[in-house]
């Protein structure tokens, strides 16, 4: 009898779905602490605060009335109302309801985007240093990625110059993350005035644009693509419920976007999900409808988070950080370092790096390359400030002994 593997049955697809670095520096703190070792892990990008108690009343009332049934698959009509409105008071975008589909966060909403719009071969522009879920998305539905780099000094924003000497007449589609996970970076109006002309100039191009980070800003407010003059037919909204309001177990995100996109986003989610959770989009009624006290709460103590954060990374010798005008991330650029040993090791790459500092000093973060900017490495600070006064001591007493 020959011998059956069936991992041999497995598709190519799967081979691209590496989430990697996060997932195996998480496991490694979990792993270290199993063991006994004092870790601090900076690696989640996950609110450490509760979701609020209205928002968990609503729910909770919700499956009492009976809620819990299936949605129809783009939402209960009563949100996407509410989310259409949102939209338009908060973003100065104009989508109807008919043009919103809830999903099963945010994840969902730029699968079903990808997953509708991209075929085998057709090009998709992205702003490195990105979140890695889209590499890995854009390559599930057979498209091609397009990698365009920004560095520190470039406050991490590609310039258009760059993004407009990409496009081919196989570009499809651009994604837009601002605020950004990993580097807090967020793109002004006039920045945006000028992608969007690039994207216009096309016959058949679109934006992506993911707004999840919404609501953690520190200086300013949020510009949406797709509120720009001829952007609306352009863009597809993807935002959710997960960071702004604490409640990324929930999974509840939406897409805004023309009809005949949105219903094709409908069909590609109703094969695979149907649709989301009927009692969360409840409680979302009430996140939205109901006070923001505990929203504004956990950003005051984020933006607190970061003003340490930038004032123990800027003292520590070759690390480079700019600002950071929004979300928990700091993402400091370490190619200084990059080299120097630490007795027999050499931190020739900062995967290299994260391992050392997680195994010998305690202090778990994510190496670059995740996110496709190998020169930096990921903190989150959606942790608490005793944890994050530990961990920077502990990382600048770390790379301050490397030769
Ligand atoms: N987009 C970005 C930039 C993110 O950082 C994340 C989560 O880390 C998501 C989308 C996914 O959000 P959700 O939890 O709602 O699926």
Known sequence: MTSFDPASLLTART?????????RMAQKSRDLRAKGQDVVSLTVGEPDFDTPLNIQEA??????????????????????????????DENGLDYSPAEICLTNGAKQAISNAVLSLIDHGDEVIMLAPFWVSYEITVRFAGGTPVILHASVDEAY?????????????????LILN?????????????ELEEIAA??????????????????IMFEGKMVSIGSLPGMKERTIIANG??????????RLGYTAAVEPITKAMMRMQSTITTGANQFVQRAALEALAGPRDEVEHMRQRYQQRRDMVLKGLRAIP???????????????????LLGKKAGNHVMDTTDRLCDWLVEEHGVATVPGTAFGAPNSIRLSFAASEAD????LSRIAAALGSLV
């Open 178 to 190: 601002s605020p950004s996970n990993p580097t807090g970076a967020v793109w002004s109006r006039a």
């Open 198 to 215: 690039i994207v216009k100039a096309h016959p058949r191009m679109m934006v992506l644009s993911d707004e999840i980070y919404e609501y």
């Open 388 to 391: 994050i006064e530990k961990a």
């Open 241 to 250: 419920f997960s960071k702004g309001f604490a409640m990324t177990g929930w």
């Open 59 to 88: 729910a909770t009332k919700a499956m009492r009335e009976g809620f819990t049934h299936y949605s129809p698959v783009a939402g209960i009509p009563e949100l996407r109302a509410a989310l259409s409105k949102k939209l338009k």
């Open 15 to 23: 081979q691209s779905a590496d989430e990697g670095a996060i997932i």
């Open 318 to 336: 070759g690390v480079k950080i700019g600002d950071i005008p929004a979300t928990f991330y700091a993402f400091p650029d370490v190619s200084a």
């Open 157 to 173: 924003k590609v310039p258009a110059r760059r993004i407009a000497e990409a496009v081919t007449p196989r570009t499809k589609l």
